[in-house]
């Protein structure tokens, strides 16, 4: 049901049970429940394995971390000393060790002085709440030539492999062949072990292993700012929503059963969404499409989001959430068997625009960030009410 997303789809998801006399009655509005305010353009929030606290991203190098409702005054980490905030630059990304509680690493992508994006490894110190700024360890770095499409997206995959999110690079000429250019590491998305105490290795089962002229580093490629990509906990299947240049977004995703985007070629620079990047006709063959795009008359910059996968929004479980940085609005989708089946458009979750990330807890619950320091939490809108007596303005 593309463009339009009806009110139907909201029967439809308020439906799921319709026929079943038992169980709690599924979700069928929602609202935003403000849980900080104060922050520094929040770019990101995740949270370790079994943590209640809530770990969010600034911009400008900071960690700040969010326990029992309130924003601590001493950040977990600072890295403002190394982070380059220029143009779309800043710490971009934050990942949690498979079994942090156990080994207390986690890894940070950033862009630094050079423009570079870089991502390092680094520890928790003795106190739980501060990490250890002296335990860096620098894991991968990609040279960049411009201050723009950095993505710096990084996640644990169920197969506990890092994946990192390479933009283009931004290299001058809107329709320059990055994306389909295999021998550099832009225009990707990545896949390597972290396992070790330094650098990375390359995972045997990665798709271009052995392949003369391509980066082994290689997951899937032809992306151009795959901004925030995600697991579904459940399933395993990957979401990207990757940002287009001057006409189409578009969200692609890869099933775990399929392989995941193992060795697919989502088209960038040669095909936007599911059209042609240069307008007229282009040659598509061995491009994987998108699920669904949407024009620059609706939005301007796909956020992408995650799968709910909690327990407060009944009903919605398998849900994929997004929303459009321009736009401010907030939709969804299901998947079946590749396709989406279900649309909606949440109007009380529009943000007016200015939407940097979602988030996710550690029990599946979803957030929204905006870039006037705000983080809110996806809620029933019969919890909305709530909302001044949860939320904290960053020190």
């Known amino acids: 049901m593309r463009p339009a997303l009806l009110a139907q789809s909201l029967m439809l998801l308020g439906c799921l049970a319709c026929g079943d006399d038992e169980g709690p009655t599924p979700v069928t509005e929602l609202a935003l429940e403000e849980v900080a305010t104060g922050l520094a353009f929040p770019l990101f929030l995740t949270a370790p394995t079994g943590d209640a606290r809530l770990f969010v991203v600034e911009r400008g190098g900071l960690i700040r971390v969010l326990r029992d409702g309130e924003v601590l005054d001493t950040p977990f980490l600072d890295l403002s000393a190394l982070v380059s905030s220029t143009g779309e630059q800043g710490l971009l990304g934050l990942a949690f060790a498979p079994q942090y509680a156990a080994v207390g690493r986690f890894l940070v992508s950033y ?10 490894s680094y520890r928790v110190s003795p106190d739980p709440d501060v990490a250890d700024a002296s335990s860096a360890v620098e894991r991968l770095r990609i040279p960049h030539a411009e201050p723009t499409h950095y993505s710096g997206m990084i996640a644990f995959g169920p197969d506990s492999y890092l994946y990192v999110g390479a933009g283009d690079g931004g290299t001058p000429g809107a329709f320059a062949p990055t994306g389909q250019d295999r021998s550099d590491l832009l225009g990707s998305i990545l896949r390597i ?43 395993g299947d990957l979401y990207i929503g ?65 799968v709910y996968r909690g327990a407060a929004l009944t009903g919605l479980q398998g849900t994929y959430f997004f929303g459009d940085f321009c736009g401010g609005w907030v939709r969804s989708v299901r998947m079946a068997n590749g396709q989406v089946t279900e649309e909606a458009s949440w109007s009380a979750l529009d943000t007016g625009g200015r939407i940097t990330s979602f988030g996710e807890d550690a029990a599946g619950e979803l957030y929204v960030l905006t870039s006037d320091g705000t983080v809110s939490r996806i809620v029933a809108a019969t919890s909305a009410a709530r909302a001044s007596r949860t939320s904290r303005s960053a020190p």
């Open 242 to 306: 990757d940002v287009g240049e001057d006409q189409r977004e578009e969200l692609d995703v890869a099933a775990a059963s399929d392989g995941g985007a193992r060795g697919l070629n989502f088209g960038w620079a040669v095909a936007e969404g599911l059209t042609c990047a240069e307008g007229g006709t282009c040659d598509r063959t061995g491009f994987t499409d998108p699920v669904l795009d949407y024009s620059h008359d609706e939005g301007c910059s796909i956020t992408g989001g995650y």
């Open 193 to 235: 072990d972290v396992s070790g105490d330094a650098g990375y290795a390359v995972p045997s089962s990665n798709p271009f292993v052995g392949t003369a002229g391509v980066r082994p580093e290689i997951w899937s490629y032809g992306v151009r700012n795959p901004w925030r990509f995600s697991f579904d906990r459940a399933t």
């Open 111 to 120: 862009t630094d002085a050079d423009g570079d994006l870089v991502v390092a």
